[in-house]
């Protein structure tokens, strides 16, 4: 199956930092890739639809400002957690569609501590 | 409002004990219903994806399968090793590829 790759699998920052977490698409190209977060024991919530060469398209209630999506080439999508607080502290999954199939392939997520 | 629920939310076996777990669903438009395993820590890893109504989908102890209005995971002779949390999600409306998901069942399979 197709595989997709995140990184950092885990980053611990202090309250107010950046902080910068990869997604790639590791054997196809992905047009779109979708940001999820998760909470202890809950679902995923879609956050944003990452898209290649034009602006992220956004959830309603998730902050654009705070979550910066960058779909910098057809394997790369970036979310940054801008001026970072305890209350984003949270599991963040990526997931990429490749062409042509309707599935969708989710990263190992990262597990986002902000102190 | 297109939304998709989940039951049980936790479901306890013994090795063995064959089960069900339902997912129900109210969507307009739907492009697929999706199955996933989630294990602690990690991202959802695939199963299924079912279509239309009707359609069944085996792989290895698990079967998927799906009406109009819910999908049913069949679990046979579950092992531990089957102990996960199993997320249900459709894709649907205007955004392809975009997809909502249930709340999830934990399932835990004693040995």
């Known amino acids: 199956g197709a595989v997709v790759s995140q990184h950092p699998s885990r980053v611990i920052c202090k309250s107010g930092t950046s902080v910068k977490i990869e997604c790639r698409s590791l054997?196809?190209?992905?047009?779109?890739m979708f940001w999820y977060r998760q909470f202890p024991k809950k679902s995923l919530m879609l956050m944003a639809t990452s898209n290649e060469g034009s602006k992220a398209t956004y959830e309603q209630g998730v902050e654009k400002d705070k979550f910066l999506i960058n779909h910098a080439s057809l394997t790369l999508s970036t979310l940054t957690v801008t001026s970072a607080h305890p209350e984003d502290s949270s599991f963040y999954i990526c997931?990429?569609?490749?062409?042509?199939?309707?599935?969708?392939?989710f990263g190992p997520g990262t597990r986002l501590t902000v102190l | 409002e297109d939304q998709v629920t989940q039951s049980p939310e936790a479901l306890r076996l013994q090795e063995g004990e064959s089960s069900s777990l339902n997912c129900s669903y109210t969507v307009s438009g739907l492009r697929g219903l999706f199955w996933y395993r989630q294990d602690p820590g990690k991202g959802p890893e695939f199963l299924f994806t079912l279509y239309s109504a009707g359609e069944e989908k085996e792989k290895e102890r698990l079967k998927a399968t799906l009406t109009k209005k819910e999908s049913f995971l069949h679990i046979t002779a579950p092992k531990p090793e089957d102990s996960a949390t199993y997320l249900c999600a459709f894709g649907g409306g205007t955004s392809y590829g975009k997809l909502t998901f249930g709340q999830g069942t934990i399932l835990t399979v004693h040995p």
């Open positions: 054997d196809f190209q992905a047009t779109t």
């Open positions: 997931s990429a569609p490749r062409a042509g199939a309707n599935e969708q392939f």
